[in-house]
């Protein structure tokens, strides 16, 4: 992880940092997928430090992170399939009251399954496991980080299928591709493996013609 990725990281409201992720998933990075060089498609660069939050929320209920059989076929996402997303994505938001972890914990990082209560990171927990429930595959939700649109830190769920990555944001009831959200991508889990964490900044793509999605036929 570069200097500059780790400062932007450094700084995120609604995550913080941990050392840097085991190099089970570096088959996602060296393995490039052509279909991924469309916009819908997002793009991973290099294996990034796990939000450390997750790390502790992996710690205290490893059921949670723990890898299933990987499905290496994007999931086709059905009109049945897309409702699902729309449906959950609405019923969290509407369930949980939005509040920091500073004020409902008295931490600044504490990830966790809410109740009636949370922040980003826990309305994208609890999605990821109502959709589960439904019969999503685990390794086609994967919690993601960005910069909002005031550049603060920010987690949402995002749903890796082969009509595209949607996002399951807390703080929108519409589920949209990635790349309408108007955010800024910073690092995502790796659908092989939960527990490693991949870069979405171009700016760590230091073999671009041997990452994944970015190597071009021309």
């Known amino acids: 992880m570069n200097r500059v990725l780790f400062a932007v990281l450094a700084t995120l409201g609604c995550v913080g940092l941990f050392g840097i992720a085991p190099a089970t998933a570096l088959a996602e990075v060296i ?14 660069y290099s294996q990034a430090a796990p939000p450390f939050g997750f790390v502790q929320f992996c710690e205290r209920q490893p059921i949670h992170c723990a890898g299933e059989q990987v499905v290496e076929r994007r999931l086709f996402a059905s ?3 897309l409702a699902e997303l729309d449906e959950v994505n609405r019923l969290v938001n509407a369930a949980i009251e939005p509040v920091t972890d500073m004020e409902l914990y008295g931490v600044e990082e504490y990830w966790t399954l809410p109740v009636t209560k949370g922040d980003c990171e826990d309305y994208a927990l609890l999605k990821r496991r109502l959709l589960a429930q439904r019969g999503w595959p685990t390794s086609s939700l994967l919690i993601t980080v960005v910069k909002d649109e005031k550049g603060a ?3 949402v769920l995002t749903a890796r299928t082969s009509q595209g990555d949607f996002v399951l944001d807390n703080k929108v009831a519409t589920v949209k591709l990635w790349h309408r959200t108007g955010y800024e991508f910073i690092m995502r889990q790796s659908y092989l493996n939960p527990r ?7 700016s760590e793509a230091t073999a671009p013609a041997a990452l994944a999605g970015v190597r071009s036929t021309r």
């Open 31 to 44: 393995a490039p997928r052509t279909a991924e060089r469309s916009p819908v498609f997002m793009r991973v």
């Open 79 to 81: 009109a049945e399939r």
């Open 153 to 155: 830190g920010h987690a």
């Open 196 to 202: 490693v964490w991949m870069s979405l900044d171009p």
